[in-house]
């Protein structure tokens, strides 16, 4: 519990400094929020050792891509995709081994369909093609893929927090592409950190107390 207070509390410096553009502080407390977290996934709660190790590598998955994104270019932007689609996909491991409600899965794909029809098809996938062709589209494209799966997956398990995690996660994840491929929105990068630390948070600490 006391590390779980000291990434929250880690999580808003971040939030701070990237309110106020404090470069230097954001390079230490985003990696630093998301290592917290990586320490509660390996030791908060009583779940089996496979949900946990999933778990874990999720979250470490998570900590690489933030890394990654602390910097500009192609390049970190793709590293960063890379290393969040495979914690993903480890998310979406946990949540299987977790349990799997039908109604609860219908549930977030309803919620992923909304998702898709508001932004993605009609905006963020536009976008990706006019930035980066035919090759970046299809990167984007297998992303968008998987994140529905984690949404669906996680929700499955009929653990509240969890599934609200999982949207919120996907909903960070959304706004960051449509800042990247259309435009900047109200919030600016504040609207996608926000999302993202609370919904690893949710989903991590969810899992773990099943």
Known sequence: MIVLGVAAVAAIIDWWAVAR??????RWAKPATMALLVAVAATYGEVTSDIRSWLVVGAIFGLIGDIALLN???TAFMTGLGAFLIGHLAYVMAALETGW??????????????????????????????????????????????????????????????????????????VLGYQRFVGPLWGGRLSVMIPYHLGQALLIVGLVTT
């Open 72 to 74: 500009d270019g192609e």
């Open 101 to 174: 409600s039908a109604r609860w899965a219908i549930g977030g794909a309803v919620v992923m369909i909304a998702i898709m029809g508001v932004a993605f098809v009609p905006r963020i996938l536009p976008g990706s093609v006019h930035h980066g062709g035919p090759i970046l589209a299809a990167a984007v494209v297998a992303y968008a893929a998987v994140i529905g799966a984690m949404v669906i997956t996680v929700s499955a398990t009929a653990i509240g927090i969890a599934a609200l995690g999982a949207i919120l996660f996907a909903l960070s994840d959304s």
């Open 21 to 26: 553009e404090q470069l230097t502080i954001e």
